[in-house]
Every structure is written in C-alpha cells, then in structure tokens.
C-alpha cells in the first residue's frame, strides 16, 4: 500500500482536514502519479455537502488532477516515470461494453463507471479518493497525456470544467454562423466562452454579475447581457442557437430558454441540486443535457487545447485555503477557478 496526504471531508457539515489514508499498490495496468495540482469544482462542494445524494465519508474530493508519473506498470504502455499527465472524473469502467468501447466510459453500460472520488471500486466496495492528495494510483485507461507546451496549473481544470463544456460544443456542431449564450461566468461558463469563440461562434455571457463584463471580453466573449437588467435581456429575446447553462444553483430554465429562436437548443451542463424543472411550454426549443466526455474526446480537447493555447484562468492557493474556497466558490466569488497547488499539502 503507499502512503497518501490528503484533505477530507468527514461529513456533510464540517470543514475539510487534513487526512491520512493509503493507495493500493502499482498493478500491471496502473500508474502512479505524483499529484502537483488539483481544481476545486463545484461538484466538489455539491458532493461533500451531499446535495446530489448521501456522500461516501471521509470523503478527499478533486477530480481535476494534473501530476507527473513516478511508477507504471509493466502493462502501462506508453506511459513512463516523468512523464505530465492528467486525471478527471472517472478512473475505471467495464472497459468492455458497447458505451466503453466507443469511448464513452460515462455511461458504462454495466453500470461499472468509477467516479474519481465518492465512489467505489469496480469490486463494489473499495473507496475511491480524489485529488486533493498527494499521490494517485490509476488504470491507465483513465490517464491522458498532458501536452508539454500548456501551463499545468491552468491544465487541471480542464480535465473537468474544460471537457464539460467541449464535450458539448462539439457534439452539436457549434462554431462559426451560431449565436451562442453562455448562462453563468464560473469554471465551466469561462472554458465555455474560450471553446466557442475559439470554434467561431459569436458568443454572448449572461451572467447576474455586472462586474464581470471587463472579464467577458477579455475572455473572447463579444457580448455581455446583465440578466438582471430587463433592457439588455430585452434584445436578446428569441436571439440564440445555442445556450450552454452552466448554472450551479436552482433557476428557472423557461426563462432563460425564452432568450432562444424558435428551435434553439438549451444545453444544461451544470447540475443544481433539485434538478430541472419545465413548464413544457417552450415552443419549438430543446433542453438537452451533457455529462463531461469519454477519454478519447477528454485526450482530443487536451491536444485542442495545446493548439489554440487554450487554458483555464486559475487562482492557486494552499490547501489549508480549501474550506474559504469553497466559500468564495459559492458566492461566484472566484475568476475563475481555484486550483490547489499540492506543494503545500
Ligand atoms: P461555478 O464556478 O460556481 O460557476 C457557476 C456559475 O453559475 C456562477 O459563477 C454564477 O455565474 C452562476 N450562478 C450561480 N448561482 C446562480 C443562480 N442562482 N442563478 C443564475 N446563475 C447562477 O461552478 P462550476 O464549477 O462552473 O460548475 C457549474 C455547475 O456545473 C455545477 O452545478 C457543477 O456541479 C456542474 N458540473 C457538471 C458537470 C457535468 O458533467 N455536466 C461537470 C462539472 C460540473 P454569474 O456570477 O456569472 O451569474
Ligand atoms: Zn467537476
């Protein structure tokens, strides 16, 4: 077993400490990877604080991990000590149904998708522990290659915000001739602006917070709407293609998908709890969901990224600063993720 340093949460209320725990051995099929930095996702906050359902405690949240391997197994191919990789959301499946196959490893078809932390191993039991640690051990299915020329603290979140919102932007094609909104200015409305301006799209931010126009532009967005102010939504009325929502907290999805012409598409990303509620009313539009993206895309969006020069706008800070993150997180008080630099641990 090795050794591992991390933060916990030991239930639903209290603050995150610092906890001890073990990894298992380095397997044939595992790497071993020194942790270096790991992004706060607002997923992080909804687990611990079990707003999706019961956590799994301790529970050592992080699934944004950027590292370098220290050890790979005989069957880890290409994969060697030294070598700068990432890890997001998942760590294991069945490796073998249709869904896995295809590269779709999100939606196991046996049910056997291991989330990186808050979870539990394909043998139904075993804990899996996330990034806000020291050292991860993981198949090597589930381990991308991380292009050298990108800066790596910017690098960690997009192995979750970055893929959620890429996953998403390709599937339906969005790029150049599209209007797209993107709904809320967080972790994943910031990649968001960044993919689809990058693709072409003339993109708008919808944002609640005025104090985030500046910061819209300087991120490629060519529009900025104060969903506050009735006179900036008013020209926006039936404007959009494309909304991706990346809202946290419970909204009102028919009046946001009031801002999209008549067979626009709603894109939910974020995940409130609660879930979606919708009066049915809404024309012509659809409200279609996205959860992150399978390791080849996760792989593509890396290498797309290293291409366009493409990383996330972090805030770095010491472990011990996690619980006051997590704070700041859920006052949209972050520009426009924090990421744990794991020196500090
Ligand atoms: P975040 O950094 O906190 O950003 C969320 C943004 O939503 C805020 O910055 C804020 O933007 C806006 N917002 C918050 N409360 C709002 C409200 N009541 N009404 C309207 N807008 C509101 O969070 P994140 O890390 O980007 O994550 C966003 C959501 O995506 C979370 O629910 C997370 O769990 C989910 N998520 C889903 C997936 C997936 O696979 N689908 C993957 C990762 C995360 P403004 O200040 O600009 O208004
Ligand atoms: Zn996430």
């Known amino acids: 077993m090795i050794p591992v340093k991390g933060y916990a949460a030991h239930n639903q209320q209290d603050p995150l400490i610092p906890w001890d725990f ?32 019961p956590g799994i405690y301790p529970m050592v949240p992080g699934h944004e991990i950027v590292g370098r391997v220290v050890t790979a197994g005989e069957n880890a191919g290409k994969f060697k000590a030294g070598d700068l990789v990432g890890i997001g959301c998942m760590v294991d499946s069945c490796h073998e149904c249709p869904s896995c196959k295809s590269g779709h490893e999100q939606f196991c078809e046996k049910g056997q998708t291991v989330w990186t932390y808050n979870s539990v191993e394909r043998d139904r039991k075993t804990p899996t522990y996330g990034g806000y640690s020291n050292k991860i051990v993981c198949n090597k299915d589930f381990v991308l290659s991380v292009p050298k020329s990108l800066n790596l603290k910017g690098v ?16 339906w094609g969005i790029g150049k001739g599209h209007k797209v909104g993107v709904l809320g200015l967080g972790g994943l409305g910031h990649m968001a602006v960044k993919f689809a301006v990058a693709l072409g799209a003339e993109v708008t ?29 008013k020209p926006l009325k039936r404007y959009f293609d494309f909304i991706i929502d990346t809202v946290s907290a419970p909204h009102d999805y028919d009046w946001y998908m009031s801002l999209l012409k008549d067979n626009g598409v ?27 993206g399978g390791i080849p895309e996760t792989q593509e969006m890396l290498d797309f990224c290293a291409e366009h020069q493409i990383t996330s706008d972090v805030e770095v800070i010491d ?23 794991m020196a500090t641990i």
């Open 266 to 292: 709603h894109i939910c990303v974020g995940l409130p709890p609660g879930g979606l509620k919708l009066s049915g009313l809404s024309l012509n539009r659809a409200i279609t969901g996205s959860s992150i």
């Open 22 to 53: 073990e990894r298992r051995a380095v397997g044939p099929d595992d790497v071993e990877i020194d942790i270096l930095y790991c992004g706060i996702c607002h997923s992080d906050i909804h687990q611990v604080r079990s707003e999706w359902r």
């Open 156 to 171: 960690a979140p997009l192995l979750c915000a970055g893929i959620t919102t890429y996953s998403p932007i390709k599937k």
């Open 319 to 341: 472990i011990s600063y996690v619980n006051q993150a997590y704070e700041r997180v859920l006052k949209s008080d972050v520009r426009y993720r924090f990421v744990i630099d």
């Open 205 to 233: 931010l919808l944002s609640r917070s005025e104090n985030k126009k500046q910061d819209a532009h300087r991120l490629g967005a060519h529009k900025f709407c104060n969903t506050q102010d009735n006179e900036q939504v």
